[in-house]
């Protein structure tokens, strides 16, 4: 990393005091553009967002179309439907959507998930590359490792060290250059072309391939385990359900950007405070807490996709808690089916948490709130 473990943490702190302030954002909108010199951290969340001003800090987007065009002076970290990466990046880049594209110079690493993600033949990233997503393509320049984990991976740029691939289907074209090694796992043999120059040898790790039979009770046990948890909760707390679901269709780009904040901070913060002594503690808790978190986020987002279906609930305190178990196992199905779907099924479940994770946060802090207000009435 380009910067201690110290630096991040102010950043994920940043974001947190930002979240109680100002929404997770300095800016937000329908359509989000900036433009000149920003000297300060910069947080964009919109269904549009067009950064094309030269960032002096870090710069956090989020939005249904996000565009980074200039120059960034330390992190980018990114989520949508559409990242498109084009600046020259001084630090590291962390991005999700839908569709995930680079096509700027990253001087740190890059860590990128997303139904599709592309490196482009412009695009250069300095250190690492971790990729993960229905389909990667890496058509550009990778400095020190490659790691990528897709459905398909195409490799047809140039890697300065070592290539670790899990997919199904593999493609190293005649372009490709790997100057260490490739080492794969996949349940086919990947495909080669005799003219990729590959240094350090090829190593393939076979792996077992599930039978039909498998993969669909998986998914109807993990149906069936977030259903009844799902239920629970919201049997259990009725009105905390309501109101979280309810933020998520009333405030969609809000909860967007704080999921996302909250999606990729929260390990990094962790992370931080688990590399000292005094702050083992709080990163081993906050880890275990991040971890349910993710799980009540999917449950959010899928109870919010089901409302909007099912149309049961017209506000945060409408609809029956039955109305409100059938609307989350509706969205579950949902979220389910579209996520078998090539390609974008990934993305599906990526935004439905979110989203849910976003709502949560927001709807746990304006309880915390709530309850604090009156607790100030009782002893007034």
Known sequence: MARSHHSLTGMWIGALLLIGTTGAAQEAGQ???????????????????????????DVVAAGGRVLIEQ???????????????AAEVLDDVRAAGGTVILRGPISGDAVVAGGTVLLTPEGAVGERAWL???TVEVAG?????????????????????????????????????????????????????????????????????????????ARLLALAALGLLGAVLILIFPRFAATTGAVVRGEPWKALGIGTVVLIGTPIAALAALATVIGAALGAVTAVAFGLSVVVGVLAG?????????????????????????????GLVMLMVLGLLPVVGGG???????????????????????ARAGEAASAA
């Open 31 to 57: 359509t989000v553009v900036k433009r000149g010199i920003i000297e300060r951290d910069l947080y964009v969340v919109g269904g549009t967002v067009d950064v094309r001003a030269d960032a002096r800090g």
């Open 302 to 330: 899928a109870l919010a996709v089901g409302e909007t279906v099912v149309g049961a609930l017209r506000s945060a305190g409408g609809g029956t808690t039955g109305e409100r178990v059938a609307s989350l196992l509706v």
């Open 132 to 134: 993960a997503g229905g």
């Open 141 to 217: 320049r990778v400095g020190t490792q490659l790691k990528a984990s897709a459905g398909q991976i195409t490799i047809s740029g140039m890697v300065d060290g070592n290539v670790d691939l899990v997919g199904d289907e593999i493609v190293v074209s005649s372009t490709a250059r790997i100057t260490g090694t490739l080492t794969y796992r996949s349940q086919r043999e990947a495909r080669i072309d005799p003219a990729a120059r590959v240094e350090g040898g090829i190593t393939r790790i076979a792996l077992p391939r599930p039978s039909l039979a498998g993969r669909i009770a």
């Open 348 to 370: 599906v479940w990526l935004a439905a948490l979110l989203f849910g994770l976003g709502g949560f946060q927001i709807a746990a802090h304006r309880a915390w709130r709530a």
């Open 71 to 85: 120059r960034v002076a330390q992190d980018v970290l990114a989520a949508g439907g559409t990242v498109d990466i």
